[in-house]
């Protein structure tokens, strides 16, 4: 994707800016000053809860769902989301860490926090061991919520920014 910078270099021609991350675009982009949210995406196939719950988060987040690993699969590629929220449980005809597994191998740096009803302990120590961000009842605080989804997003910011420095 390339930015014009709004200046010319040299023959007039408009300064373009390639951004190799969404960290980075925000940065480009955002009014100085003032704090773009970050890009989350939920992905829970209960589409009255997920709306539900981006409604909560609007404040704080820019929220967009997927209510099934395809979509949210279309989402990542496309549009680069800060941070993943993931129900572990996506229904009968999910495995249930596909979607998690594809999501580390095509976006290794994406942060994603895991969710469920009732998590069994061996559940949430085999989401860890697979690289999750974090993982929470789907009845936790709010505000702890919003926490670790703040958390998740500011590191993969920082990561963004660290990767970009190492490919001068």
């Known amino acids: 994707m390339s930015l014009s910078a709004g200046g010319t270099a040299g023959f007039g021609n408009p300064v373009r800016v390639s951004v190799e991350s969404c ?44 209510h099934s690993p395809a979509e949210a699969e279309e989402e990542i590629t496309t549009d680069r989301p800060a941070a993943v929220l993931l129900d572990f449980d996506l229904g009968p005809e999910h495995e249930d860490f596909v979607l998690l597994e594809w999501i580390r191998m095509k976006e290794p740096s994406l ?42 997003a500011d590191w993969k910011n920082k990561t963004s920014i660290s990767d970009n420095k190492n490919k001068r």
Not at 39 to 57: C, F, R
Not at 116 to 132: D, L, N
Request: aromatic residues 6%; proline residues 6%; negative net charge.
């Open 23 to 66: 960290a980075w675009e925000q940065r480009l982009t955002q009014p100085k000053g003032k704090r773009v949210k970050p890009h989350l995406l939920i992905v829970d196939d209960d589409s009255v809860y997920a709306g539900d719950l981006a409604m909560v988060l609007a404040a704080d987040f820019h929220c967009v769902l997927a």
């Open 111 to 152: 942060p994603v926090v895991m969710m469920s009803e009732q998590p069994s302990i061996p559940t949430v120590v085999e989401a860890v061991r697979r690289g999750v961000f974090g993982f929470l009842e789907k009845s936790a605080n709010l505000d702890e919520l919003k926490l670790i989804l703040r958390n998740a």
